[in-house]
């Protein structure tokens, strides 16, 4: 499906008008953003005729090379990146593909997914309300949208950040039911998981975003850009790196979750082992005397005694009881 958003003058500013295009309609001269979503053959050749430009296929933009990702081809500007996709669907969350194409004042997007920050820059762009682009063209809707990226990473971040420190609080607590406490850790552990992969996957997108801002900043100063436009991309650059920096430390907090409630696994099985210990320490001695008893020799003096049963048991009781006080005093119980 291809979209396309025009410019609508505004007495506050000028904003976009986002509308659907059909494959027999014809693009519009002003159009300054064409956003392809999960485009057909027949859709990338129309752009490509109207653009003078090549859309990448699906398999291109999987590619994880730089000179693949970054490159400036008959005059168009290459850009692809990683953004975070399906955080809230009860799907597994992923990275999405999507390649940013600037040639001249107009911005073509190619993407095969719906992330939220596409439709958060969409919305805003779309409102008169004093936050939509001004003067708008390919590259400061670029730079929105790169901004509109960086915004809902780091509502992502703050929201696995509250819950990793719900969960921290959940493992440190202390739970008097054993078997609550192992239930408890399992579910600790897959949470952790599932958290790590998230933080991790939205880290990758931050490094892919990073690369394009670098590449623009180094594009705009040798190309004399405009002085706003050079600001906002060193402004979101900074921001971007800040959100990397806390994405590394959610990192490490997460990995120091993940040591301390292994070793609380690794307490509940030693206390375990602890527990067969004691009773096969606590059942050696009587082990002893009752083996003692139970050897066949001709000449026992306690076989004939009429009080030797009774003794061999008291011992057997007493030398159970000893090992039992002992480890209660030396406080190893």
């Known amino acids: 499906m291809i ?107 190619v993407r095969y997914e719906e992330p939220q920050a596409f439709r958060m820059y969409a919305q805003r762009a779309g409102r008169s309300t004093g936050n939509g682009p001004s003067n708008s063209s390919g590259e400061t809707i670029l730079a929105g949208l790169i901004e509109a990226v960086i915004d809902r990473a780091a509502d992502v971040l703050q929201l696995q950040g509250e819950r990793i420190d719900r969960l921290s609080r959940k493992i440190f607590e202390e739970k008097s039911d054993p078997s609550a406490r192992n239930t408890a850790l399992q579910d600790t552990l897959r949470a952790l998981g599932r958290h790590g992969d998230l933080i991790s996957k939205q880290r990758e997108s931050l490094v892919s975003m990073e690369r394009i801002l670098l590449s623009l900043s180094a594009t705009y100063r040798t190309s004399k850009a405009p002085r706003e436009l050079r600001e906002d991309v060193r402004s979101t650059l900074r921001d971007l790196q800040s959100l990397e920096e806390h994405a590394t430390f959610l990192s490490s907090k997460i990995q120091f979750l993940l040591d301390a409630t292994l070793g609380l696994v690794n307490l509940e099985q030693n206390n375990i082992i602890k527990l067969f210990s004691v009773m096969a320490v606590v059942f050696m001695p009587p082990t002893l005397i009752a083996s003692i008893y139970g050897m066949n020799f001709k000449t026992m003096p306690e076989l004939d005694w009429s009080l030797g049963y009774p003794l061999a048991v008291c011992m057997m009781v007493v030398a159970a009881v000893l090992p039992y006080v002992f480890f209660r005093w030396k406080k190893w119980l």
Request: glycine share 6%; hydrophobic share 35%; proline share 7%.
């Open 3 to 109: 979209f396309i958003h025009q410019p609508v003058s505004s007495t506050a500013q000028m904003i976009l008008e986002r509308r659907p295009l059909e494959l027999q309609d014809v693009i519009p001269d002003d159009t300054l953003w064409l956003d392809l979503v999960r485009p057909t053959r027949e859709e990338d050749l129309k752009v490509e005729s109207f653009m003078g430009i090549s859309v990448p296929t699906r398999e291109e933009m999987k590619d994880i090379e730089p000179s693949e990702l970054l490159y400036v081809e008959e005059g168009a500007r290459y850009m692809t990146g990683r953004v975070l996709s399906k955080v809230e669907d009860s799907e597994e969350p992923g990275l999405a593909g999507i390649t940013f194409i600037l040639r001249g004042n107009r911005l073509v997007t």
